[in-house]
């Protein structure tokens, strides 16, 4: 490893290194410092946020400049209002001690005239958002023409926010023969498209794999309910006292109203959306980053700027629609060396989008049983503990009312004493999670079968056998998997019924559930109702005519009949001509013979 005194930096900029604390280059920098430094070629560099690129580009850039000219010689592009004051501040440090670097920071939402003002004076570095960019080179109050250096940060954030247009009227003004440096966490064809277009044959640098999450995060997942998220999301909380967190919501109304239920419920944690004032984002966004919160509910788009290194966990309560956001939410986590779990909370109909997540990640997502009632009672407890061991009892004045204390709870013993300092410490918990009721979360061996294979439809490596039943419900009644679980809960009073895959259809459905436990539910579902319904359940039948024993046991059958009994209940119209087989086991029960009857 070479360290920054071999990297063939100024004395200035080597204190300036120094005072940040920064002992050895990081990954990244140790490869695009010494290209920036030694020649003139153009760099991609696809590395996340928080690997260190900003010193990567910013360390070399200052030195190079030339504060003796007063025109500008670099631009810096990056999508964001507090990706850009942070760079500004950033590369600022890094001038401590060398020349009268002026560096201005430009971006909306902030008065363009006090950025005209600083513009005619001159200076030496722009690092901008496109947008207000484009507005000061209208006003001619911009002038790119002397610039020498041009890096687009976080280019993919520029892209996914629609910034193409912008990027490409701004590098048209910046004279050719300029040296640019992209950096991306992702690579795109777009991105490859402005490389193509404006980079002469690039080196290419990759920081950990291409388009995949920082190595230190791992990545798990709750399968539950949708009713259940909020429940999930206070057991995560609960189960990790020292959690600091973004909570990643999809919708702005989504984001409020899990941090209002949160702020109720007495946690530490507030909304960052759109609908908030540039005032009031600014001020959640200093709490976050000084710990005065511990869980920030936000949108993707209102939580770009934020910028903070350690935090423990990311929680996907709705998981993005575009698998690279998760890429750049996760990359939030696991900072600087640090490790980081990103979890998603995703219910059945989700399941789909995590494994296409999963794929891009190219890293397993675990199964993770939600913690129980007790689990989260004790590791409460033995957190409150050590605090308990580690606090100061130096204070005078507790001094002075020991004999008072004494006095009144002279009458307690120390089992009693230390009972009632307990309950009265983790009255919450004791209280919500009295009932030892936990939630059911649907990961059952069958699930987590898909942490194993990292993917689904490797049927043959899920533990024991499957049985696929045939119910007399389908979309059209408003019978989704959630219904679906809830029936079975309900008439199976809360015992863990594995569950396997659900076909939907649209007036009946299928879904497989462990051999074991076909009969019971069956059973068990054969008084149920739904919406006033009589429900009907029965093996469903191989399309075939060899014997069959309905039992999925490793391997899928050819093709399964997605039929339905010649006649069903309410009249609904039939096709008679379908020849749907009932299996002697559920012929053997007369009542449920005759349920559509
Ligand atoms: P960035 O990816 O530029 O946002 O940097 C992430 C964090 O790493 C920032 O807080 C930097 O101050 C810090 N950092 C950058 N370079 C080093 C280094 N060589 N050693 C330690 N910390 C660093």
Redesign the pocket.
């Known amino acids: 490893m070479t360290n920054?005194e071999e990297m063939g930096f100024t004395p200035g900029i080597l204190k300036a290194?120094q005072e940040?604390?920064?002992?050895?280059?990081?990954p990244?920098?140790e490869k695009v410092i010494p290209l920036m430094l030694g020649g003139e070629a153009d760099i991609i560099a696809l590395?996340?946020?928080?690997?260190?690129?900003?010193?990567?580009f910013?360390l070399p850039l200052v030195q190079a400049t030339d504060t003796e000219i007063n025109n500008t010689q670099a631009l810096i592009l990056c999508p964001t209002r507090e990706l850009c004051m942070?760079i500004t501040g950033?590369l600022t440090d890094y001038a401590r001690f060398t020349g009268k670097l002026k560096i201005l920071a430009i971006y909306g939402g902030a008065s363009i005239d006090n950025q005209m003002r600083g513009l005619k004076k001159g200076v030496h570095i722009i690092v901008a958002t496109p947008g207000r960019l484009i507005d000061l080179i209208g006003r001619r109050a911009a002038n790119l023409s002397s610039v020498t250096t041009v890096i687009l940060d976080e280019a993919d954030e520029m892209l996914n926010m629609g910034f193409l247009d912008s990027i490409n009227e701004i590098l048209e003004e910046v004279p050719d023969g300029r040296r640019t440096l992209l950096f991306s966490a992702t690579m795109s064809k777009e991105i490859t498209s402005i490389a193509r277009k404006y980079m002469d044959n690039p080196v290419e640098i990759t920081i950990g794999t291409k388009n995949s999450s920082a190595d230190n995060v791992s990545h798990a997942y709750y399968l539950i309910h949708a009713k259940d998220k909020y429940k999930v999301l206070k057991r995560i909380a609960d189960f990790e006292p020292d959690i600091y967190g973004i909570v990643f919501c999809r919708t702005r109304k989504e984001t409020q109203e899990v941090a209002s239920k949160l702020i109720d419920d007495g946690y530490n944690a507030d909304a960052l959306h759109g609908d908030l004032s540039q005032m009031q984002r600014d001020a959640v966004m200093q709490k976050f980053r000084v710990k005065n919160l511990q869980l920030l509910v936000a949108t993707d788009v209102a939580a770009r700027g934020l910028?903070v290194?350690d935090l423990t966990h990311i929680i996907n309560y709705s998981l993005p629609d575009d698998t690279e956001v998760y890429t750049h939410r996760s990359g939030r986590t696991g900072?600087?060396?640090k490790t980081g779990i990103s979890i998603s909370l995703v219910h059945l109909r989700e399941r789909h989008n995590l494994q296409q997540i999963e794929r891009m990640v190219k890293k397993p997502f675990k199964a993770i049983p939600i913690p129980t009632g007790t689990e989260i009672c004790g590791k409460q407890l033995f957190h409150w503990l050590k605090k308990l061991e580690n606090v100061s009892t130096d204070h005078q004045e507790i001094e002075k009312f020991l004999p008072e204390i004494k006095e009144k709870l002279a009458g307690l013993d120390r089992e009693e004493l230390l009972k009632r300092v307990v309950s009265l410490q983790f009255d919450r918990f004791l209280d919500d999670y009295r009932n030892g009721e936990d939630i059911i979360d649907t990961v059952s061996d069958r699930e987590n079968s898909f942490e194993r294979s990292g993917r689904r439809g490797k049927r043959e490596e899920y533990p024991g056998n499957y049985t696929r039943l045939f119910i007399n419900l389908g979309k059209s009644d408003g019978f989704y998997p959630e219904q679906l679980i809830e029936l079975v809960n309900t008439n199976t009073k809360g015992k863990k019924v594995p569950i396997g895959k659900i076909d939907l259809l649209k007036t009946f459905s299928f879904f497989e559930v462990e051999s074991s436990y076909a009969d019971d539910l069956i059973g068990a579902l054969s008084n149920a109702t739904f919406m006033d319904r009589r429900v009907a359940v029965e093996i469903a039948q191989e399309k075939t005519d060899k014997p069959r024993t309905g039992e999925y046991s490793g391997k899928r059958p050819a093709k399964w009949s997605d039929r339905r009994p010649e006649k069903r209940s309410q009249g609904r119209s039939e096709n008679k001509s379908r020849n749907y087989k009932r299996d002697s086991r559920f012929g053997k029960k007369d009542k449920k013979k005759n349920y559509n009857h």
């Open positions: 920054f290194i940040l604390g920064f002992e050895n280059p990081m990244v920098q590395a996340q946020t928080g690997t260190g690129k900003t010193a990567a910013g942070q950033d910028d290194d900072r600087a060396g």
